[in-house]
């Protein structure tokens, strides 16, 4: 299998990121695609939940615990202080699919759009300092870029704009 394409979405918090995300990739999906995410996160966070065999593990010291069922399986990799892994670390650490669709991850050198809301506590537009923003997805009118502007609740039309870009092309 070919390496997936990548495609992102910026922005600051509360822009529409993960909504954005969710509906592209339903929309990916249903046009055929296997998706797979990637969502970069600023702080701690924790899918377990405490007293939960699987937590338990973790706290004993288990550099990962792997969960499995007949519906789905997951992986917890504990860093103990390493350092983050690298954006190419997770990337190939990803099952093959057709396309991942990252969120968050603002100054990786892939093609994203910019998400953009009135609502947004940080409205400092992201694309006049990144090159790597080839678009802005806005609930409100854009005047200060030469970027392709789309609506923000327009997923067909970004997710067109995704398939141009990135050279994704539906097996037929």
Do not use: Q
């Given at each position: ?19 954005l995300m969710v509906r592209l990739v339903g929309e990916m999906t249903r046009r055929g695609y296997m998706v797979s995410t990637v969502k970069h996160a600023h702080h701690d966070f924790d899918i377990d939940k405490v007293g939960a065999d699987s937590y338990r593990h973790r ?114």
């Amino acid at each position: 299998m070919t390496p997936p394409k990548i495609f992102g979405i910026a922005g600051w918090k509360n822009s529409g990121k993960t909504g954005l995300m969710v509906r592209l990739v339903g929309e990916m999906t249903r046009r055929g695609y296997m998706v797979s995410t990637v969502k970069h996160a600023h702080h701690d966070f924790d899918i377990d939940k405490v007293g939960a065999d699987s937590y338990r593990h973790r706290e004993a010291g288990a550099h990962e615990v792997t969960i499995v069922s007949s519906t789905r399986f997951a992986i917890m990799h504990e860093l103990r202080g390493a350092p983050e892994p690298s954006f190419e670390e997770i990337l190939a650490r990803l099952a093959p699919c057709d396309l991942v669709l990252i969120e968050g991850y603002k100054r990786e050198p892939i093609p994203k759009v910019e998400a953009r809301r009135l609502e947004s506590a940080n409205r400092e537009p992201l694309a006049p300092t990144d090159p790597h923003i080839v678009a802005i997805a806005a609930d409100h009118p854009v005047t200060d870029s030469d970027l392709p502007v789309f609506d923000l609740d327009d997923t067909d039309a970004i997710a067109d704009f995704v398939e141009t870009t990135t050279g994704l092309r539906r097996e037929t």
